[in-house]
């Protein structure tokens, strides 16, 4: 038989669990595969924004391959040497990526990853609050992504939780006054 303290702690923990929610596929849709200025760009939530590298005077996107709907740019050129592109959830917080696709030569993700390769790449980073990507002439693209669940306390459901509280206590003080 459990003990009470047992279940009291095992629905407490049940009641501060988040649910993880659906993950949004960032697919670059409308990007142009061509040369062109960047000052930034969001969706479904996250920003992406450029650090120009030393000799950058203009940050620009689209000629790390050339490829359309893909987030591509290069280490070179306009964008100077050592730039860097940094994803950040649009208002702040953590959030998970999952996978996502490299389109050209290479991808690093700073502290984590480095040298992926073309193709699809499945990578489970959690909890993080912002990802920094460096590159060659490459680019990423069906980036898998959701917020981090983050463990909440329903104000709703704290009257079942104290009713648990309360009825542990019962039992522990009914225990308690038998065996003396």
């Known amino acids: 038989m459990a003990r009470p303290l047992t279940i009291f702690f095992a629905l407490v923990a049940m009641a501060m669990a988040g649910a993880r929610t659906d993950a949004d596929m960032l697919t670059f849709?409308?990007?142009?595969?061509?040369?062109?200025?960047?000052?930034g760009y969001q969706e479904n939530g996250y920003d992406f924004s450029m650090t120009l590298g030393s000799g950058g005077f203009q940050a620009h996107i689209g000629d790390g391959t050339n490829i359309a709907d893909t987030l591509n740019?290069?280490?070179?050129?306009?964008?100077?040497?050592?730039n860097y592109m940094t994803m950040t959830q649009i208002g702040g917080g953590a959030f998970d990526l999952y996978d996502l696709d490299v389109q050209g030569d290479y991808v690093n993700v700073a502290g984590l990853f480095t040298g992926l390769g073309q193709g699809h790449h499945i990578l489970n980073i959690r909890g993080v609050t912002s990802l920094v990507f460096t590159t060659g002439y490459a680019g990423i693209d069906n980036v898998n992504?959701?917020?981090?669940a983050v463990p909440e306390i329903d104000p709703a459901g704290m009257g079942s939780v104290l009713a648990v509280v309360a009825g542990a206590l019962g039992l522990l003080e009914r225990r308690r006054l038998r065996a003396a």
Do not use: I, Q
Not at 30 to 35: K, R
């Open 29 to 39: 849709d409308g990007l142009p595969s061509v040369y062109t200025n960047f000052n």
């Open 73 to 82: 740019w290069h280490d070179a050129g306009d964008n100077g040497y050592g």
């Open 145 to 148: 992504v959701s917020p981090s």
